[in-house]
């Protein structure tokens, strides 16, 4: 298997099973004990890891949110709870180790699955990625279903980080990088009806662009495995991804 081969067999899968546990019902009651409802604690919870920063830092890591909404929902969860963001970001992650003590305990191939993404997370430079970066930073739970869980998050947003500046660098608006990818949560991320923009081919072209440079550099940061690395962290995440399915 290719590093190429890697990222299209592996990384869509990643993309959901990384943020598999944001809205469960078990995250979502932890978030309601610490004071914060599921939104909150999403935007919190992920974002936790930066520390305490302003919204606007907030903004530019997650992205595609509108500014305005990225502000309330940041600061009103920090004013609902006690902890500090970098104490619920580590609920988060706490959050997500625990979904993969839920559903992948048993399951074979998570060790390797883990040696292989370790390496990779050990072996990317960070320059320009700091959600991924704040992320990465956190410590492992030495359990395998936990383990593979939580590199699977760090994975994602490898990637998302990736695919963030590509689509800065291709001169796209990260909202209408946003819209064209998901129209459906448009609205979601905080913009009116009224803000979609018209899809054109020339913004078509830029999107297939950006694609084909997120997909390079994750092919290249895959490209420290060896054969048998890569094909061992494509095992586990195809495993990962049917016990959830």
């Known amino acids: 298997m290719t590093p190429e081969e890697l990222v299209a067999d592996a990384c869509p899968k990643i993309g959901v099973l990384g943020s598999a546990f944001y809205f469960t019902p078990e995250t979502v009651a932890r978030g309601k004990e610490l004071g914060l409802d599921g939104f909150r604690f999403y935007f919190l919870g992920r974002g ?4 305490n920063v302003e919204p606007a830092v907030v903004q530019s890591a997650f992205g595609y949110f509108e500014s305005g909404l990225a502000t309330k929902m940041w600061s009103s969860a920090r004013e ?6 970098r104490e619920v970001g580590r609920e988060y992650v706490l959050a997500s180790q625990e979904f993969g003590r839920r559903n992948f305990a048993g399951l074979a191939g998570l060790e390797e699955l883990c040696g292989a993404a370790e390496s990779v997370v050990a072996s990317v430079h960070p320059a320009g990625l700091a959600l991924y970066a704040a992320l990465a930073a956190e410590p492992l739970p030495d359990d395998a279903p936990a383990r593979a869980m939580q590199l699977v998050t760090v ?3 490898l990637r998302g980080s990736i695919h963030l500046l590509a689509v800065v660098a ?7 990088a946003h819209y064209y990818r998901r129209p459906g949560d ?3 991320f905080g913009y009116s009806e009224d803000d979609a923009p018209e899809i054109t081919g020339e913004i078509e072209e830029a999107m297939h662009a950006v694609d084909a440079h997120t997909d390079r550099l994750m092919a290249q940061a895959f490209g420290v495995l060896s054969e048998p690395e890569r ?3 494509a095992d586990g995440v195809n495993r990962m991804a049917a016990a959830v399915a």
Request: hydrophobic share 45%.
């Open 170 to 176: 291709a001169g796209v608006s990260p909202m209408v």
């Open 186 to 188: 448009f609205t979601t």
């Open 231 to 233: 094909a061992a962290l």
């Open 80 to 85: 609902r709870t006690t902890l500090t963001e």
């Open 155 to 157: 994975l994602r947003e």
């Open 48 to 51: 936790g890891v930066l520390g």
